[in-house]
């Protein structure tokens, strides 16, 4: 079967500290990846997205990074945290043309 | 460019009542449409789907039916129940399936007993 895994579940960081959060799915190959973030109380917004190996887009200039070091992992990453990253970061999955999965989330507070 | 508006929350319902969430959609063609939803501190799930005109996504007692004469994909649900407490999202795929998922806002639901 096909399973999405995210870590950590939750995080505490302070502000200027490194970030990394780590997607990976079973169960397929060449999926199509996505990172989404939603602030408290908002919808979400897209932040990166992969369809292989090694290619990144950027939906918004922003903090964080993204990278896609094998074909089923999708990590995002920032050099130096801001209050304004806190949020619950999701992963997700296109199965198919129409049908996307979504990640447990981590919730990340920056203080 | 495409977008999706929901009604604002937060909706609060008594268990039984009948919900209704209103969802437009602007995209140029045709659009597949669908519903996800948030339980508290989980990720989205897909509640249902529509990818063409008319077609009506039910799924767990929720239904939505696309509409392109008025651009909507309203969920409805005839009897709430707690456990249905979670956000909705409406969403859209333009007609070119190459293109990102649209969200709208979400909308919070909050059922009673």
């Known amino acids: 079967s096909q399973t999405i895994h995210q870590w950590p579940a939750t995080l505490v960081q302070p502000v200027g500290s490194p970030l990394s959060l780590e997607c990976t799915v079973e169960?397929?190959?060449?999926?199509?990846l996505y990172w989404y973030r939603q602030a408290a109380g908002r919808g979400l917004q897209l932040l990166f997205y992969?369809?292989?190996?090694?290619?990144i887009s950027s939906e918004v200039p922003q903090n964080l990074s993204a990278s896609r070091p094998q074909d089923r992992q999708f990590i995002l990453s920032s050099k130096k945290l801001l209050l304004s990253d806190s949020g619950f970061y999701l992963c997700?999955?296109?199965?198919?043309?129409?049908?996307?999965?979504f990640g447990p989330g981590t919730r990340l507070t920056v203080t | 460019g495409d977008s999706v508006t929901q009604m604002e929350g937060p909706v609060t319902l008594s268990e039984e009542a009948f919900l209704t969430i209103n969802c437009t959609y602007t995209?140029?063609?045709?659009?597949?449409l669908f519903w996800y939803v948030q339980y508290p501190g989980e990720g989205l799930q897909l509640l249902l789907k529509?990818?063409?005109?008319?077609d009506k996504g039910s799924n767990k007692g929720f239904e939505a039916t696309y509409r392109k004469e008025t651009t909507s994909f309203h969920l409805e649900k005839g009897s709430v129940q707690v456990s249905d407490s979670a956000v909705y999202f409406c969403?859209?795929?333009?007609?070119?399936?190459?293109?990102?998922?649209?969200f709208g806002p979400g909308t919070r639901l909050s059922v009673l007993p």
């Open positions: 997700a999955w296109r199965v198919r043309p129409y049908e996307q999965y």
């Open positions: 969403a859209l795929i333009p007609n070119n399936y190459g293109q990102n998922f649209v």
């Open positions: 992969s369809v292989g190996i090694g290619q």
């Open positions: 995209a140029t063609g045709y659009p597949s």
């Open positions: 169960g397929t190959s060449n999926p199509n």
């Open positions: 529509a990818t063409k005109a008319d």
